[in-house]
C-alpha cells in the first residue's frame, strides 16, 4: 500500500499519479501495476473535469456583471434611461456567450461553435442596428457574417476530415479562400457603389486558383507513382 507524499492520500495499486493531488507515485518498495483494479471508478475524473467547467463558468458570469451592472447604472443616473450602455452592455454578452458556452461542453466540436459564433454575432449585429439604425445589416453585415462563418467551418470541416487526403484538404481550402474572397468583394462593391464589380479580389482569387491546380497535379503524380510502385512489387 501507498501514500502520496504530498498529501498523504491512500493510493491503489493501479495508480501512477494521484488522484488527488496529481503528484507522481514512486515507491521502490511497491511498483504501481497498470492491469490492477481501480478504488473508484474511472468516470471520476470526468466528474471533477465537469467541476471544474461549471465553476469556471460561474466565475466569468459573475465577472462579466459587475461591468455590464456598472454600465447600466451609470448611464441610468447619467441619463435618466438607458442609451450608450445598450452598445457596451450587448458587446459584454456577446463575450460572455462566446466564452461561458464552451466552458459547459466536455469535447467541444469546433464546427458546433463556429456556428454558434456566426449564429451569435449575426444575433448581436442585428442587436446594434436596433440601436444605431441604418441600412448596413442586411445587405452588407449578416451575408459577410454568413460567408466567414461558411468559410470556416468549411475549413474546420476539411480539416477533421479523415477521408480526404492532404492534396484535397488543401484544394479544398484554397477554393474556400477563392470563393471567399470573390463574394466578400462583391457584397462590399453592392454595398458601397450597388454594382457587382471585381477588382482587387481577382488578385488574390488567381493565385489560389493557380496553386489549387498545382496541388492537384502533383497530388495526381504522387499518386501515379504510388500505384506504379505497387504494381511492380518495390
Ligand atoms: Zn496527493
Not at 471508478?41 to 461549471?54: D, K, L, Q, T
Not at 443616473?77 to 452592455?89: K, Y
Not at 464546427?111 to 454558434?116: A, D, M, S, V, Y
Amino acid at each position: 500500500m501507498s501514500y502520496c507524499v504530498n498529501c498523504g492520500v491512500e493510493l491503489g495499486a493501479s495508480e501512477k499519479r494521484c488522484p488527488l493531488c496529481g503528484v507522481e507515485v514512486i515507491n521502490p518498495a511497491e511498483r504501481s501495476d497498470p492491469s490492477a483494479q481501480t478504488p473508484y471508478p474511472r468516470s471520476v475524473e470526468r466528474v471533477r473535469h465537469r467541476v471544474i467547467r461549471v465553476a469556471a463558468a460561474r466565475v466569468l458570469s459573475l465577472l462579466m456583471c459587475i461591468p455590464l451592472i456598472s454600465i447600466l447604472l451609470i448611464d441610468l443616473i447619467q441619463d435618466g434611461a438607458l442609451t450608450w450602455s445598450l452598445i457596451p452592455a450587448a458587446s459584454i454578452v456577446f463575450a460572455f456567450m462566446a466564452l461561458v458556452f464552451p466552458c459547459l461542453f466536455e469535447r467541444p466540436k469546433v464546427w458546433l461553435f463556429l456556428l454558434f459564433g456566426t449564429l451569435e454575432t449575426a444575433l448581436f449585429l442585428f442587436v446594434l442596428k436596433m440601436i444605431l439604425g441604418g441600412d448596413w445589416l442586411w445587405l452588407f453585415a449578416l451575408p459577410v457574417t454568413a460567408l466567414t462563418g461558411a468559410a470556416l467551418i468549411g475549413v474546420c470541416l476539411m480539416l477533421g476530415s479523415r477521408r480526404a487526403g492532404v492534396p484535397l484538404k488543401l484544394i479544398v481550402m484554397l477554393l474556400i479562400m477563392m470563393v471567399f474572397v470573390l463574394v466578400l468583394q462583391m457584397l462590399i462593391e453592392i454595398h458601397l457603389h450597388r454594382c457587382i464589380r471585381f477588382s482587387w479580389s481577382i488578385y488574390a482569387a488567381i493565385p489560389c486558383a493557380l496553386l489549387s491546380l498545382v496541388v492537384l497535379i502533383i497530388g495526381r503524380l504522387i499518386q501515379r507513382s504510388e500505384s506504379f510502385r505497387k504494381k511492380m512489387f518495390f
